[in-house]
């Protein structure tokens, strides 16, 4: 018996005094997300890769915005949204005590101006992405010339886009070659 108390002795506490004492986490713990909104452009990579769903993104083009929305609640600390995010917007913390009292309190909400087209004037993406866009062309090297010249592309929707493309081509006449039957 007393050589239990002297191996008990050794092995010291095996418990920690959490909540008395802070709770250190893991490398590499999955914690509560944290979100940057000044870093994001509202491309929606993250709501496409959550499987949980707690990542929305709505567009309202009465009002010209697109709200993107984490709610915490249904949040599985997968990290998909930190893989897929372009921009390192999204991150996981080390923070795990999200106790609130009020549940409003478990949602995280960021509001971005949409672009409008600009040919028929209905907004179609954020102004941030098209920023960034032509951020990434200029890192790339491309003249500053060049990428103000590629700008009304940026600038015009995908339908504007098709309809002029379309209108830039001649129609084909189709036909059978002779002999075919």
Not at 14 to 28: N, Q
Not at 105 to 123: H, K, V
Request: glycine letters at 4%.
């Amino acid at each position: 018996m007393l050589k239990l108390f002297k191996t008990i002795l050794k092995a010291g506490e095996v418990t920690v005094k959490y909540p008395f004492k802070p709770l250190e986490v893991c490398p590499g713990f999955r914690g509560k997300p944290e979100y940057d909104p000044e870093q994001c452009i509202a491309c929606g990579a993250c709501t496409v890769a959550c499987p949980a769903n707690a990542l929305t993104m709505e567009t309202h083009e009465a009002s010209g915005e697109r709200v993107w929305q984490l709610f915490i609640g249904r949040c599985i600390f997968c990290a998909r949204c930190e893989e897929v995010c372009p921009t390192r917007a999204i991150r996981l913390s080390e923070e795990f005590e999200m106790a609130v009292m009020h549940k409003p309190d478990l949602y995280i909400r960021a509001t971005f101006t949409l672009l409008n087209c600009r040919s028929c004037q209905q907004p179609f993406t954020p102004t941030k992405s098209v920023n960034y866009a032509l951020a990434l062309l200029a890192h790339a090297g491309m003249g500053a010339d060049s990428i103000e010249a590629l700008r009304p592309q940026f600038e015009t929707c995908p339908a504007c886009k098709r309809k002029q493309t379309l209108s830039q081509h001649r129609p084909m006449k189709l036909s059978q070659p002779a002999g075919a039957k």
